[in-house]
């Protein structure tokens, strides 16, 4: 089984307008609500992909029980804690030509004994799993340094993590002793990470050999539409992928550490590994759901995929 964390999920609600008018009413005949939270897209493009998935993190309120029945719905196993605050909502509004304008919302507050609660879950759903995804913030309430406990409990397990997420979070996971087995940051997080100003692929590439990344197996580097640069091990490479309509381009990055999570399930050799979490980021950007592919068509994606070592 893989696990995928989402500690802050919500109910993701897309908006389609042609024209979006402020200070104005706006009626809306295109509406979607899917469960959300960068590791619920991770969940369900694993789940297309045939693979077993548990999904964790905390849920609550009304919101929280539409989640649960959708991952009932997916078959995907819940693992997810209940908490006294109220699952959120995050709302995506996309008009005018393919803009999208986003409000989200902050989540509950975890306190009293949740945070608890949620590592001895944890810990059981860890070891049922060979591989796990952590993904996002965190909700209000819990320890900055809570991926850090969940990599040490990891560790513990010698589970490999793939960790997605930004900021102060991922500068804590990086210090941390128990290392993340991959991280998928963006041009401009590798960028706030080390204090430098990032504007070629050089640049990326000498930014890759810094001692802060030592320890970390899989850096992955994502560049939208211009592919990505990849550091595994001393190695780093270059990959260019194939020029697609994006019809919704929002859980690319998810769907990204879905393929890798699935690919290291399956002992993908590096460069075939690559191809597969890639090709993953650009099919979901042709579907018009988030956090969903068609499976139909990933061997024809990774053919399309170019990679070359740097």
């Known amino acids: ?33 899917t469960a959300g939270g960068k590791g619920l897209n991770v969940s369900r493009v694993l789940q297309q992909l045939d693979q077993k998935v548990g999904a964790t ?3 609550g309120g009304s919101l929280g029980a539409f989640i649960r029945e959708e991952l009932k719905v997916n078959g995907i196993k819940d693992y997810f804690v209940d908490c006294d605050g109220a699952t959120r909502n995050c709302i995506a509004v996309i008009h005018d030509g393919g803009h999208q304008t986003e409000i989200l919302e902050g989540g509950p507050e975890i306190k009293s004994s949740e945070p608890q609660d949620f590592m001895e879950k944890f810990r059981s759903a860890v070891k049922e799993s060979e591989i796990v995804t952590m993904s996002g913030s965190l909700p209000q309430g819990l320890d900055k340094d809570f991926y850090n406990k969940l990599l040490t409990i ?7 993590v793939l960790l997605d997420t930004g900021g102060a979070l991922l500068e804590k996971a990086l ?34 050999k810094d001692s802060l990344f030592a320890g970390v197996e899989w850096v992955v580097v994502t560049l939208g539409a211009e592919g ?15 020029k697609v309509e994006a019809v919704n ?27 597969h979490g890639l090709s993953m980021g650009v ?15 990933v061997e024809w994606c990774k053919e399309q995929l170019q990679i070359e070592k740097r």
């Open 175 to 208: 210090h941390h002793d128990d290392k993340p087995f991959l991280i998928k940051p963006n041009e401009t997080e590798i960028a706030d990470l080390l204090g430098k100003e990032l504007t070629t692929d050089y640049d990326v590439v000498e930014a890759l």
């Open 57 to 59: 993190g905390f849920l």
């Open 1 to 33: 089984m893989i696990l995928t964390v989402t500690l802050n999920p919500s109910v993701d609600i897309s908006y389609k307008l042609e024209k979006f008018d402020i200070d104005a009413s706006n009626r809306v005949k295109d509406v979607s609500k």
């Open 283 to 297: 099919l979901n950007a042709m579907e018009e759901k988030t956090g969903h592919i068609d499976p139909d068509k």
């Open 154 to 160: 990891a560790s513990e397990n010698d589970t490999p």
């Open 228 to 242: 990505a640069i990849i550091k595994h091990g001393k190695n780093i490479y270059r990959a260019s992928i194939p």
């Open 249 to 275: 381009p929002v859980g690319s990055g998810d769907s990204v550490i879905a393929g890798f999570a699935d690919g290291l399930s399956k002992k993908l050799e590096p460069h075939q590994l690559i191809k």
